[in-house]
């Protein structure tokens, strides 16, 4: 049996309006071929040889198949084509449809911000974070005040748009590659990261290497600029452990975790490893137990946290300060002693000075020259306070004349006289040498004139040797950040950096870059959002510019706002934005015509559709949504029930209050009539006095006795008139009904009755008769149709053999023959049912 979605396709050409047996579908429908619509001869056309359901009759069918072995044979070809294509397309969609549930699969796993329930999603939360801290707090006895940090990451690992890509700023999901950082920890898209740091490398490189490309510059984190060599830049995807590269997807650990233990070293290293699962940010303190003693060394030791090992037994300290009179006073503490707190009157370093000054700082300088007399006898020490012998004089031994070329022995009294030859130092200049004989005193500025390049090289001129000379030419050439020129006047080619701020606009667009210009991309905004729910007690913080697609925290605080209807406090419910839920409780208003309270829910703020509200001019013009305004609605009518008795006293019902009044039971009255015979058939009615019966009692005949109500049995003598027909109906007459009833008078059809019976009689045959040759001749139309489309006839020749058939006038004007005969026959019962009158 085929499948239902399978269709064979029909004939093209000469077989097209044959007869094709269509395969029945599982449901047991037959399928219509390819041809579309009902054509002449297509399955389902009913004609000769052809039942009514459109099945061939088995005649029909053999004769088919005897006449047209080639058509079967391209049929079957054809129905065998449609089958493969069939199976190819049903193939194809069934693929289509596999892949389509695959993504929906991914995509339910992929989003870290997707919906979940809140019970749902915070059970499943609680048992990853509670599976990932157990080898943890099984070593503390469940204290996790340790964890604080890394349970802030493992959240944010978990909240809806909280895992940000600072470089490109969005999601990272949980399907997707991750980079962490080992300084702050924080996320990266894997291709982010690398194009940054392939970036970072090749800015720092082409600005400062002149083997471009060749040495090892380290690239900086986007976030806390913690630096790298171009050895760490990353090229796998790892879980945060480093243990297992392309960590599967798996909903029941944390999102890019292998879910092993951690292992990591802690930091600062103590010897012992993380006992965590695999988690992102950083390690807590370890947890071990060491036993240690105090800083001091003087306390016993005692068994603490390895985190927490060094400890103060708080006892005074009590070592000898750098002072060497005092010692240290403060409790038991880490690292050296502090400089000594107290105050002494102390000496200078030369002796002639003293003053109080710290104990911490004992050798101090004071501002008089030594003035002791050197070994000479002749000359005092020129020396500011100092430690030691003050040593020779600096005049004594052998000197130099200013120009240093002559050496004199000359006593200390005595200067050092000139010895007449060119000085010949080298000038301030640095070219020239100076040409005056031997001086003292420094030399004259240099008076050549040379013809000098300017700094840049671009222009020349002949000026003084110590004059420099500036053009006022200004570089063209762009600085570092290749943004701006560098405008110097006569640069010499070491274009200072750029000094103008970025001022682009971040990644965020909230803020922008504070940096100075430089090229490449800018630093991801350090700034971070607090996205909080509506009264501000929960809260989210994300990487800023993430705040606009962050959807808000749920808040588990109920709802402050104060209650809009005239309830004097609302229903309890969760922090939301917006306008609050329509109030639910009962109105309890007091109605004014009852005294009854309203037990509807509240309607002070009920949503009514706004009318007369503006007509669209015409079909062109799009009709605009139904609004809805707030309003306060009137109190319902009131519902309690309160017991009424109907008029007629027949029953005691309850009725809605604001429908308390007479009321009809809707039975019948049933009082006795002061007739004594009869009873009140009226509705149920309020009754004032003794009705009066007005009721009339029925003859045998059917008729009403005239006279009023009366005991005992009515006389039989009925004057009513009644029509009395003959058998066909034609012929009558108003009698008695008394007469009636007597069979006293009888009508009998006349001549003319039986005349115009047999006249409709021969005409219903006639009828009957042209009826009965016209199917013979259509049906003879038909079958001469449908052997020439067994024969294969074109359509063109079909009008040339068909045979002409002569209607006859009966069968033209039949029509009008109808009406006309019916209309003669009804005016002349007319004229003989007047002429009997």
Same mark, same amino acid.
């Given at each position: 049996?085929?499948?239902?979605?399978?269709?064979?396709?029909?004939?093209?050409?000469?077989?097209?309006?044959?007869?094709?047996?269509?395969?029945?579908?599982?449901?047991?429908?037959?399928?219509?071929?390819?041809?579309?619509?009902?054509?002449?001869?297509?399955?389902?056309?009913?004609?000769?040889?052809?039942?009514?359901?459109?099945?061939?009759?088995?005649?029909?069918?053999?004769?088919?198949?005897?006449?047209?072995?080639?058509?079967?044979?391209?049929?079957?070809?054809?129905?065998?084509?449609?089958?493969?294509?069939?199976?190819?397309?049903?193939?194809?969609?069934? =693929?289509?449809?596999?892949?389509?549930?695959?993504?929906?699969?991914?995509?339910?796993?992929?989003?870290?911000?997707?919906?979940?329930?809140?019970?749902?999603?915070?059970?499943?939360?609680?048992?990853?974070?509670?599976?990932?801290?157990?080898?943890?707090?099984?070593?503390?006895?469940?204290?996790?005040?340790?964890?604080?940090?890394?349970?802030?990451?493992?959240?944010?690992?978990?909240?809806?748009?909280? $895992?940000?890509?600072?470089?490109?700023?969005?999601?990272?999901?949980?399907?997707?590659?991750?980079?962490?950082?080992?300084?702050?920890?924080?996320?990266?898209? $894997?291709?982010?990261?690398?194009?940054?740091?392939?970036?970072?490398?090749?800015?720092?490189?082409?600005?400062?290497?002149?083997?471009?490309?060749?040495?090892?510059?380290?690239?900086?984190?986007?976030?806390?600029?913690?630096?790298?060599?171009?050895?760490?830049?990353?090229?796998?995807?790892?879980?945060?452990?480093?243990?297992?590269?392309?960590?599967?997807?798996?909903?029941?650990?944390?999102?890019?975790?292998?879910?092993?233990?951690?292992?990591?070293?802690?930091? @600062?290293?103590?010897?012992?490893?993380?006992?965590?699962?695999?988690?992102?940010?950083?390690?807590?303190?370890?947890?071990?137990?060491?036993?240690?003693?105090?800083?001091?060394?003087?306390?016993?030791?005692?068994?603490?946290?390895?985190?927490?090992?060094?400890?103060?037994?708080?006892?005074?300290?009590?070592?000898?300060?750098?002072?060497?009179?005092?010692?240290?006073?403060?409790?038991?503490?880490?690292?050296?002693?502090?400089?000594?707190?107290?105050?002494?009157?102390?000496?200078?370093?030369?002796?002639?000075?003293?003053?109080?000054?710290?104990?911490?700082?004992?050798?101090?300088?004071?501002?008089?020259?030594?003035?002791?007399?050197?070994?000479?006898?002749?000359? !005092?020490?020129?020396?500011?306070?100092?430690?030691?012998?003050?040593?020779?004089? @600096?005049?004594?031994?052998?000197?130099?004349?200013?120009?240093? =070329?002559?050496?004199?022995?000359?006593?200390?009294?005595?200067?050092?006289?000139?010895?007449?030859?060119?000085?010949?130092?080298?000038?301030?200049?640095?070219?020239?040498?100076?040409?005056?004989?031997?001086?003292?005193?420094?030399?004259?500025?240099?008076?050549?004139?040379?013809?000098?390049?300017?700094?840049?090289?671009?222009?020349?001129?002949?000026?003084?040797?110590?004059?420099?000379?500036?053009?006022?030419?200004?570089?063209?050439?762009?600085?570092?950040?290749?943004?701006?020129?560098?405008?110097?006047?006569?640069?010499?080619?070491?274009?200072?950096?750029?000094?103008?701020?970025?001022?682009?606009?971040?990644?965020?667009?909230?803020?922008?870059?504070?940096?100075?210009?430089?090229?490449?991309?800018?630093?991801?905004?350090?700034? #971070?959002?607090?996205?909080?729910?509506?009264?501000?007690?929960?809260?989210?913080?994300?990487?800023?510019?993430?705040?606009?697609?962050?959807? @808000?925290?749920?808040?588990?605080?109920?709802?402050?706002?104060? @209650? !809009?209807?005239?309830?004097?406090?609302?229903? =309890?419910?969760?922090?939301?934005?917006?306008?609050?839920?329509?109030?639910?409780?009962?109105?309890?208003?007091?109605?004014?015509?009852?005294?009854?309270?309203?037990?509807?829910?509240?309607?002070?703020?009920?949503? +009514?559709?706004?009318?007369?509200?503006?007509?669209?001019?015409?079909?062109?013009?799009?009709?605009?949504?139904?609004?809805?305004?707030? #309003?306060?609605?009137?109190?319902?009518?009131?519902?309690?029930?309160?017991? $009424?008795?109907?008029?007629?006293?027949?029953?005691?019902?309850?009725?809605?209050?604001?429908?308390?009044?007479?009321?009809?039971?809707?039975?019948?009255?049933?009082?006795?009539?002061?007739?004594?015979?009869?009873?009140? $058939? =009226?509705?149920?009615?309020?009754? #004032?006095? #003794?009705?009066?019966?007005?009721?009339?009692?029925?003859?045998?005949?059917?008729?009403?006795?005239?006279?009023?109500?009366?005991?005992?049995?009515?006389?039989?003598?009925?004057?009513?008139?009644?029509?009395?027909?003959?058998?066909?109906?034609?012929?009558?007459?108003?009698?008695?009904?008394?007469?009636?009833?007597?069979?006293?008078?009888?009508?009998?059809?006349?001549?003319?009755?039986?005349?115009?019976?047999?006249?409709?009689?021969?005409?219903?045959?006639?009828?009957?008769?042209?009826?009965?040759?016209?199917?013979?001749?259509?049906?003879?139309?038909?079958?001469?149709?449908?052997?020439?489309?067994?024969?294969?006839?074109?359509?063109?020749?079909?009008?040339?053999?068909?045979?002409?058939?002569?209607?006859?006038?009966?069968?033209?004007?039949?029509?009008?023959?109808?009406?006309?005969?019916? +209309?003669?026959?009804?005016?002349?019962?007319?004229?003989?049912?007047?002429?009997?009158?």
């Amino acid at each position: 049996m085929e499948a239902s979605w399978r269709q064979v396709a029909g004939g093209r050409g000469r077989a097209r309006g044959r007869a094709t047996a269509a395969p029945s579908s599982g449901n047991g429908v037959h399928l219509r071929g390819a041809g579309g619509g009902r054509e002449k001869g297509s399955v389902g056309a009913a004609g000769p040889g052809r039942s009514p359901g459109g099945a061939a009759t088995p005649a029909t069918a053999g004769s088919s198949a005897r006449r047209s072995p080639a058509g079967s044979e391209a049929s079957q070809t054809s129905v065998a084509g449609a089958e493969l294509m069939s199976q190819k397309k049903f193939e194809e969609i069934k =693929k289509a449809n596999q892949a389509a549930a695959k993504k929906i699969v991914e995509e339910h796993f992929s989003s870290s911000s997707e919906e979940e329930g809140d019970e749902d999603f915070e059970g499943k939360r609680g048992k990853i974070v509670a599976n990932t801290f157990i080898t943890y707090t099984t070593q503390t006895d469940g204290d996790v005040r340790e964890l604080e940090r890394t349970k802030q990451y493992l959240n944010e690992a978990f909240q809806a748009g909280a $895992m940000t890509c600072l470089i490109c700023i969005a999601s990272v999901k949980r399907n997707q590659a991750v980079w962490s950082c080992s300084g702050c920890f924080c996320i990266f898209h $894997m291709p982010c990261i690398q194009k940054w740091a392939k970036d970072s490398q090749f800015l720092v490189s082409s600005l400062t290497d002149d083997d471009f490309g060749k040495r090892d510059y380290p690239w900086p984190c986007p976030k806390c600029r913690f630096e790298y060599k171009r050895s760490d830049t990353p090229s796998r995807y790892y879980c945060y452990c480093g243990k297992v590269e392309d960590p599967p997807l798996d909903p029941w650990l944390v999102p890019h975790s292998c879910g092993q233990v951690c292992e990591r070293d802690f930091k @600062p290293s103590c010897g012992h490893k993380c006992l965590l699962l695999c988690h992102p940010g950083p390690c807590p303190p370890c947890p071990k137990m060491v036993t240690t003693t105090c800083y001091c060394k003087k306390a016993k030791p005692i068994p603490r946290r390895c985190s927490a090992k060094a400890w103060s037994c708080q006892l005074p300290c009590g070592r000898k300060l750098l002072c060497g009179q005092h010692k240290c006073e403060n409790p038991c503490h880490a690292g050296s002693c502090p400089p000594c707190p107290r105050v002494s009157r102390q000496k200078c370093v030369c002796g002639k000075r003293v003053a109080e000054r710290s104990c911490a700082s004992p050798l101090w300088h004071c501002d008089q020259v030594c003035g002791k007399t050197l070994p000479c006898g002749n000359h !005092t020490c020129e020396q500011v306070c100092h430690v030691g012998a003050c040593g020779d004089c @600096p005049r004594s031994g052998k000197r130099f004349c200013p120009c240093q =070329k002559s050496k004199f022995s000359l006593p200390c009294t005595e200067d050092v006289p000139t010895c007449g030859d060119s000085c010949d130092k080298v000038l301030e200049c640095g070219i020239h040498r100076c040409s005056q004989r031997c001086h003292r005193g420094p030399c004259e500025t240099c008076r050549q004139e040379v013809e000098k390049h300017c700094r840049c090289g671009k222009h020349t001129k002949r000026m003084p040797c110590h004059k420099p000379y500036l053009c006022e030419t200004k570089c063209v050439k762009m600085r570092d950040c290749q943004k701006h020129q560098c405008r110097r006047k006569c640069c010499p080619g070491n274009c200072p950096p750029c000094d103008q701020n970025c001022g682009r606009t971040l990644g965020c667009r909230n803020h922008k870059c504070p940096s100075v210009c430089h090229r490449g991309s800018c630093y991801p905004c350090p700034e #971070t959002v607090d996205v909080k729910c509506n009264c501000g007690n929960t809260k989210v913080t994300v990487p800023c510019g993430r705040e606009r697609t962050t959807r @808000p925290p749920k808040c588990k605080e109920q709802c402050s706002r104060p @209650p !809009t209807c005239h309830h004097t406090s609302q229903e =309890k419910h969760r922090c939301h934005f917006g306008s609050c839920p329509p109030c639910r409780q009962p109105c309890q208003k007091v109605l004014e015509k009852c005294g009854h309270l309203c037990p509807a829910p509240c309607h002070d703020q009920a949503l +009514i559709k706004q009318t007369g509200r503006h007509q669209p001019t015409g079909p062109w013009e799009q009709p605009s949504e139904p609004a809805f305004i707030q #309003t306060a609605l009137p109190c319902p009518p009131c519902q309690v029930p309160i017991p $009424m008795e109907c008029l007629g006293k027949h029953e005691v019902s309850p009725l809605p209050c604001h429908a308390v009044g007479p009321y009809s039971c809707k039975r019948v009255c049933g009082r006795t009539l002061t007739c004594q015979n009869h009873v009140c $058939m =009226k509705e149920c009615h309020k009754v #004032t006095e #003794t009705d009066s019966c007005t009721d009339k009692k029925k003859l045998p005949c059917g008729h009403r006795c005239k006279e009023m109500c009366h005991p005992g049995e009515c006389p039989f003598n009925c004057n009513q008139k009644v029509k009395l027909r003959c058998p066909c109906k034609r012929i009558k007459k108003e009698v008695q009904c008394n007469k009636v009833r007597e069979n006293q008078i009888s009508i009998e059809c006349d001549t003319t009755c039986k005349e115009m019976k047999q006249k409709a009689s021969e005409l219903k045959e006639a009828e009957a008769k042209a009826a009965l040759e016209e199917e013979k001749r259509r049906q003879q139309a038909e079958l001469e149709a449908f052997e020439n489309r067994l024969k294969g006839r074109r359509k063109k020749n079909r009008k040339r053999d068909e045979v002409a058939v002569e209607l006859t006038l009966w069968q033209k004007y039949k029509y009008y023959l109808f009406p006309l005969c019916a +209309i003669v026959v009804v005016v002349f019962a007319w004229y003989i049912a007047h002429a009997v009158d």
